[in-house]
């Protein structure tokens, strides 16, 4: 079949989707660009001042430290994910019993509600009652219950292990997909050629599992950096902003402060990586698929 | 040899029981929870098993209105995925069947809009209900949801489309069919299973759902489920027995419809990136 242009029906096609989209998504994004250089606050009418926003948040310490603790809290989930997720992956991808029913099992955790899993855990770290300080206690690695959330490091520690949890299954199902397409015949062949399994996995899973793992890592780090129930609900960004992140900064300010113009900056601040970080899944997706 | 793949196979197994653990014990924590009574859950001993088997907290948690939440959130998500994927089916097909100008910048435009987050949203849509007055209802998030599900939905059709052979709608239509006739008898029952994956998938997305709720919905009578589990936290107060019953009763729906479309997630998630 020769290829012709179908400009016209295509742009039929799609017109609902690229009407709504533009109309949802663009037009707001660029009214809200404009407002962050406003001291628009909710109810009132906006003045334009500028970098007035950008500036105010780059001389403030708390914008700072929430800069920091964005950074760790996403680096460290998303080592975390990908090391975990690589363990379920090889672990899944083995001859075992069930290995079907494992697999949904073992994914649950990211099929239910974040909220829910939040409070699953709120209820597992609570210090009245809650079932981690008793096991810990029992166990004698603790001397007395700990407020798992009221400390700035153990709050940080303990959202970073909620969002992980959610997080892995992810990860293990995307390289168990990249596990799946290596070729057992490869591994024979190694294997009759003496290869131990640590070479194996380094000089023949690992490369084989690369584009996969570092592709759902990326994509792992834009959901990471920008998670806001996990934080939101569990510490309010708190205690003493030890767990705040830009989300939730942005909610606060926007929110509970009333200065949209402001939280707005904040959310045009996470843009440039973020828009590197979603060329780069961008650049990788579209050549595979076409 | 023979030792070597014992031991291989304890490695295995071990692992695989601990992570199954951590898996689910939260899972199992919740459940349990749900069927105690209050004294029972503020025992410093926490019983592995309800002793006093209840359904009170499931009693409180309707007394609250829940049933009211998981209305709204079953019409928001209906009505959003229908939408969504009745749009996105013809975008998708446009696509990844169409040759067309600006066929590349198109595809890239969606695959930005799917992985553009909430978080950098959620004040200029919130400006834009109010704007509309639509704000403080399920209309507002019938609005603005579709941002969420229409990106994701485009792109995970583009990929079932695409693995239709293009020799099948070519005999259709040198049988003399119509583009539009060919869409509908030929490509469209072939993509049943892919269509219906990503109505499961959109539906869990609005579902499951809080930030725009949080901000677009603050009517008691509007909330969804998961605005109506927010709300059981008065100030320190946790009822965990309702809260639990309301989180099993908010997670059931989406598990059910996960096992059913278990196969079809990994190439749903990563966007066809992963193959």
């Known amino acids: ?176 997909a990249g596990l799946q397409s290596v070729s057992k015949e490869m591994y024979e062949a190694a294997m009759l050629d003496g290869a131990g399994a640590v070479k194996r996995f380094f000089y023949m899973t690992l490369p084989s599992v690369k584009e996969v793992t570092i592709l759902a890592a990326v994509m792992t780090t834009i959901w990471t950096l920008n998670d806001f129930e996990i934080i939101w609900l569990l510490t309010r960004g708190g205690p003493d902003n030890g767990t705040q992140v830009l989300s939730t900064l942005s909610y606060t300010i926007g929110f509970l402060n009333m200065s949209l113009g402001k939280a707005i900056a904040i959310a045009i601040m996470t843009m440039p990586p973020l828009i590197m970080l979603i060329n780069y899944v961008t650049k990788r997706s579209l050549a595979s698929a076409d | 040899m023979e030792n070597r793949s014992l031991t291989k196979q304890v490695v295995v197994y071990v692992t695989l029981a601990f992570m199954l653990v951590c898996a689910l014990f939260p899972l199992y924590w919740m459940f349990n929870t749900s069927f105690k009574s209050q004294g029972e859950i503020y025992n410093l001993t926490p019983n592995f098993w309800p002793k006093d088997f209840t359904w009170a907290g499931y009693d409180k948690l309707f007394e609250k209105g829940f049933l009211k939440n998981v209305k709204n959130s079953l019409v928001v998500s209906l009505v959003v995925s229908v939408f969504s994927i009745g749009v996105s089916m013809l975008a998708a097909y446009a696509i990844s069947k169409l040759k067309f100008s600006g066929r590349g910048v198109v595809s890239k435009g969606i695959l930005y809009a799917y992985l553009m987050p909430r978080s950098v949203l959620f004040i200029p849509l919130y400006m834009l209900v109010s704007a509309l007055g639509v704000s403080n209802s399920i209309w507002g998030l019938m609005l603005i949801y579709p941002t969420i599900t229409i990106p994701y939905a485009t792109w995970m059709l583009i990929s079932y489309f695409k693995s239709i052979p293009l020799e099948i709608e070519e005999a259709a239509m040198i049988d003399g069919c119509s583009r539009a006739r060919t869409l509908r008898s030929v490509v469209l029952p072939l993509a049943a299973p892919g269509l219906a994956a990503t109505f499961i998938f959109s539906f869990t997305l609005c579902w499951s759902e809080y930030l725009y709720a949080l901000v677009v919905v603050t009517k008691g009578t509007d909330k969804t489920i998961t605005l109506g589990l927010a709300d059981m936290i008065v100030g320190d107060v946790f009822a965990w027995a309702p809260l639990m019953g309301g989180s099993i009763i908010a997670s059931i729906p989406v598990v059910i419809m996960y096992l059913f479309t278990s196969k079809y997630m990994v190439s749903g998630m990563t966007v066809g990136g992963v193959k």
């Not at chain 1, 606050?41 to 920091?68: C, E, Q, R, S």
């Not at chain 1, 939040?118 to 096991?135: A, E, K, P, R």
């Open chain 1, 1 to 176: 079949m020769k290829i012709r242009l179908d400009n016209k029906l295509a742009y039929l096609l799609m017109s609902p989707v690229l009407v709504y989209l533009l109309a949802i998504m663009l037009l707001p994004f660029g009214w809200a660009l404009y407002l962050s250089f406003t001291d628009k606050t909710v109810g009132m009418p906006a003045h334009f001042i500028g970098l007035g926003n950008y500036v105010d948040l780059l001389k403030d310490p708390t914008f700072w430290k929430t800069v920091k603790n964005t950074i760790i809290f996403t680096a460290v989930a998303v080592v975390l994910k990908s090391a975990f997720g690589m363990v379920m992956a090889l672990v899944l991808n083995e001859k075992i019993i069930f290995r079907n029913l494992f697999r949904v099992l073992l994914f649950l955790p990211w099929t239910i509600p974040t909220i829910v899993s939040v409070f699953t855990w709120q209820w597992i770290y609570s210090d009245v009652g809650g079932v981690l300080n008793y096991l810990l206690l029992k166990i004698n690695a603790i001397g007395r219950p700990i407020g798992w959330l009221a400390k700035p490091d153990l709050a940080m520690m303990s959202v970073i292990i909620v969002n992980v949890w959610r997080g892995i299954p992810f990860m293990g199902i995307a390289i168990l």
